[in-house]
């Protein structure tokens, strides 16, 4: 039997109302969900590895440090002594190579150590302390781990630390060793290439200044593969006792020797 015109035309009505409002339901959850299924197929952040792999260097100057009073710098430079330029090693290390110095070598010790910094801080302090109190024969520089960031940086340094000290002045430099561990592999490969950049330099700046001595921090850790265990807890700062001791004793020795 044929449908009433009216009817008809009224189920037509009725089917464009109900397609109009299923669009208008599927467009408004698609603009709902969207964000949320955006957020779960995002990729994670990558890891901002720098130029040279290892990152970048970030604020360091509200650190922990340790610096020598103007009275005990004047003191030591009055006696000859030996002054220290580090980073967080050496924030942690320095007094014990202070004692160390003054049982093994009876000399006086003043430090100027900050946690993070790199050469370039480190050079400017000794240009500060040159200035304002001068500097006594032997300087031991302990920086150039958080040169990683930058190696290329580094030769520029040395250079400036070594004309800050003269020709008559003895410079111990400690080179480097950094594999942080709590870094991914990748990172940690970058490190470590870095690593001997700044090594490389170093060695390649003692042949321009034979007032420049380097101990081999890096040379003894890589002669026993046991000892990044065991002298390092994080792949770059000491253990103590075992690594400040070892490490403490190769300046130590540098300086008696030289």
Known sequence: MPRHPALAARGTVTSAVI????????????H???????????APATTNTGRYGSGTLGPWQAHAKVISSAAHIRHVVATNGVVLFGDS????????????????????FA?????????SAAVDAMAIWAEQFGLPDRIVMAVGSNDIFDPPAFTAQVDRAM?????????????????????????????????EWINLQLAQAQRRYPNLRIVHWAEYLAARPGRLRTDLRDGR??????????????????????
């Open 19 to 30: 397609i109009t409002v299923l669009l208008v339901t599927l467009l408004t959850l698609i």
């Open 32 to 42: 709902l969900e969207a964000p949320s299924a955006h957020a779960k197929n995002s």
């Open 89 to 108: 090693i050496a924030v942690q290390d320095g007094d014990a190579l202070g004692r160390l110095l003054a049982r093994r070598a009876g000399t006086t």
């Open 111 to 119: 430090e100027h150590s900050w946690s993070g910094e790199p050469t």
């Open 163 to 195: 004309r800050i000290a003269g020709p008559h002045r003895t410079v111990y430099w400690v080179n480097v060793q950094v594999r942080r561990t709590d870094e991914p592999a990748a990172i940690q490969l970058a490190d470590q290439r870095n690593s």
């Open 237 to 258: 700062h000491t253990t103590v006792p075992a690594g400040q001791t070892a490490r403490n004793g190769l300046i130590l020795q540098e300086i008696l020797d030289h």
